[in-house]
């Protein structure tokens, strides 16, 4: 019932990354040894991933972050997601013929929020200036990296994507993707990262870089101009949070999906998930059924709640939960998972990064599906995203798209508390895989006791439009309980596990400051202390 990854959860005192890649958390690492804090190290490391895993995350992306400040026992959340263009509307994507946002191309871009959002970072809660944490990934970019085994798949797929426009040639070796072992340079990025090192965000949201961006998504047909990327701004927002058996769970709110996981964790309290035993087929059937309607409830109501009203406390209340939960049969799988009526009114990276103070950074950073929209802004090595397919075109929908509005994002960071103390960093990445990647490791953490590597190593099950996905090495008989309950079955190769998600965990034991740390066993990073 467990990915036989053969490895051991990592233990350190002084400080900790995990990351998807390991010279992504190496770098993160030597930041920590320098001198520098968790903030220092994710920004570092989510540097350093831009170049090394280019198909997941970049500065033409979006962030968010969670940071749990030890001395003040406090925890900030920012937002630094994009916007939608100012011309962006409705109505011109309709006159086009589009009945949904094209899910590559110019119109699925919005403003890249990440870099305003590491310099916004560093500068409330980092002691490195953005100058040096850039160094690692500069020189990354500038003299090479060999490309690792699960990265080099994930490209591998990617050249027609690349090469429909030349400047897409910047990702490519030798007009083809780059293989396994394989030494990549991008220099476009090396010069694009300096100039951030020596400008800070204002030289990527104003001048030769944001002119650049803005003449080629309108050369493309976009509406994107230099006022809305000199306009952005990142969020401190309000952290949201529930309690799971005596364990605060945090994420951030709205406009990103983490209510959904907060939800499901309070739809599956009501159950004795540890009585029903670790995988069997009860304990998934009611975590699947708990995430089936809190997912509902997201694709219904999440939004961005500076222009639209999105019922937080409602969806994350225990009795909101308590009214969900009745709609679960212990024996039989929902038909349909409907949303519940309230007052009226994806390829990503993670980092988990925690001191030796006991100061942790949750950082998720991404540019939504393998290399985005497709578009690189050319000569700069800027990957931009394609956050803004998810928009809806349903005016009457909370989540439709509106100039300077932010669209529902899937990637969520969190944290974890235990007697107002760090408990845990984590996340897990992948999509509507992130928040049932969330659920999961809390139920295999807190109701069966597993350490930071084995409840990333368990086995998976994802929801999806028509069924659920479930890891081969589950028992015959589970596999066959399930399907006796309703739920359609899709099994999932050894190859196609990638699919399952991409987690990192740091556990703090609360007696001796002692960090416990896994990393996904589907991809190819690492956790690293000392």
């Given at each position: 019932?467990?990915?036989n990854?053969r490895?051991s959860t990592?233990?350190?005192?002084k400080g900790?990354?995990?990351t ?10 030597q ?13 570092t490391a ?9 198909e997941?995350t970049?500065i033409?992306g ?15 959340a ?8 100012a ?7 309709r006159a086009?013929?589009?009945r949904?946002?094209p899910s590559i191309?110019?119109?699925s ?5 990440t870099v305003?959002?590491w ?13 040096q944490v850039?160094?690692?990934a500069?020189?990354?970019a500038e003299?090479?990296?060999p ?7 994930q ?13 897409g040639?910047e990702?490519?070796l ?9 030494v ?8 694009t990262l300096?100039a ?6 204002q030289a ?7 002119e ?6 309108q050369?493309q047909?976009?509406?994107?101009t230099v006022?809305?990327?000199a306009?952005h701004?990142s969020?401190?927002?309000e952290?949201i949070?529930t ?8 994420e951030?709110p709205p406009n990103?999906q983490?209510i959904?996981?907060?939800?499901a ?11 029903m035993?670790?995988?069997t087929?009860?304990a ?15 694709f219904?109501?999440?939004a961005?709640p ?8 409602e ?11 009745q709609?679960i ?5 929902m ?7 309230v007052?009226?009114g994806?390829d990503?990276v993670y ?5 030796g ?5 949750s950082?998720?950073n ?7 929209s497709?578009l690189v ?15 809806s075109?349903?005016?009457?929908h909370?989540?439709?798209l509106e100039?300077?509005k932010?669209?529902?994002?899937t ?10 103390e760090?408990?845990?960093?984590y996340?897990?990445?992948?999509g509507?895989m992130q928040p049932?990647?969330?659920?999961q ?5 807190v109701?069966f006791?597993?350490?930071a590597?084995?409840?990333l ?6 929801v999806?439009e028509?069924?659920?996905?479930l890891e081969?090495?589950l028992?015959e008989?589970?596999?066959?309980e399930?399907s006796?309950?309703?739920?359609r079955i899709?099994?999932?190769t050894?190859?196609q596990?990638v699919?399952?998600g991409?987690g990192q965990?740091?556990q703090r ?22």
């Amino acid at each position: 019932m467990f990915f036989n990854s053969r490895r051991s959860t990592v233990l350190a005192r002084k400080g900790m990354v995990a990351t998807s890649q390991p010279l992504a958390a190496q770098a993160g690492l030597q930041t920590l040894m320098q001198g520098g804090n968790a903030v220092d190290a994710a920004v570092t490391a989510a540097a350093v991933l831009n170049v090394v895993e280019p198909e997941s995350t970049g500065i033409g992306g979006d962030m968010f972050a969670l940071v749990w400040d030890n001395r003040k026992k406090q925890v900030y959340a920012l937002n630094g997601s994009g916007r939608a263009p100012a011309a962006a509307s409705i109505a011109s994507l309709r006159a086009k013929g589009f009945r949904q946002v094209p899910s590559i191309g110019v119109h699925s871009v919005t403003v890249p929020g990440t870099v305003h959002g590491w310099e916004t970072i560093l500068k409330a809660h980092g002691s490195m200036p953005i100058s040096q944490v850039l160094k690692p990934a500069i020189s990354y970019a500038e003299d090479g990296f060999p490309v690792s085994d699960i990265i080099a798949n994930q490209w591998s797929s990617q050249g027609p994507k690349l090469a429909r426009l030349p400047s897409g040639q910047e990702f490519l070796l030798e007009g083809r993707p780059p293989r396994h072992g394989e030494v990549m340079k991008l220099p476009t990025l090396g010069r694009t990262l300096r100039a951030i090192a020596e400008g800070g965000a204002q030289a990527f949201y104003t001048g030769p870089i944001a002119e650049g961006i803005a003449a080629f998504m309108q050369e493309q047909g976009g509406c994107m101009t230099v006022e809305d990327l000199a306009s952005h701004t990142s969020d401190w927002d309000e952290p949201i949070r529930t309690d799971y058996r005596g364990v605060t769970c945090w994420e951030c709110p709205p406009n990103g999906q983490g209510i959904a996981a907060l939800e499901a964790l309070n739809i599956a309290e009501g159950f004795d998930i540890q009585g029903m035993g670790l995988q069997t087929a009860s304990a998934y059937h009611h975590l699947i059924e708990s995430m089936r309607l809190a997912f509902a409830d997201a694709f219904r109501y999440v939004a961005d709640p500076r222009q639209a009203r999105v019922p937080i406390d409602e969806l994350t209340s225990k009795e909101y939960a308590a009214s969900r939960r009745q709609l679960i049969s212990s024996q039989r799988a929902m038909t349909s998972a409907p949303y519940g009526k309230v007052m009226a009114g994806s390829d990503t990276v993670y980092i988990s990064a925690v001191d030796g103070q006991g100061n942790a950074c949750s950082f998720i950073n991404s540019i939504f599906v393998n290399f985005g929209s497709g578009l690189v802004a050319p000569g700069t090595g800027i990957v931009l995203h394609n956050r803004g397919s998810l928009f809806s075109l349903d005016p009457n929908h909370p989540n439709a798209l509106e100039p300077g509005k932010r669209p529902f994002h899937t990637i969520i960071p969190a944290l974890a508390t235990r007697e107002g103390e760090l408990y845990l960093c984590y996340g897990v990445m992948g999509g509507l895989m992130q928040p049932q990647g969330h659920l999961q490791v809390i139920s295999n953490m807190v109701d069966f006791g597993l350490d930071a590597q084995d409840a990333l190593n368990a086995l998976r099950f994802q929801v999806v439009e028509d069924g659920v996905c479930l890891e081969e090495g589950l028992s015959e008989n589970t596999l066959q309980e399930l399907s006796r309950m309703g739920h359609r079955i899709h099994l999932m190769t050894s190859y196609q596990r990638v699919g399952m998600g991409g987690g990192q965990v740091i556990q703090r034991d609360l007696d001796t400051g002692v960090l416990w740390g896994g990393s996904e066993p589907r991809k190819d990073g690492c956790a690293i202390g000392w």
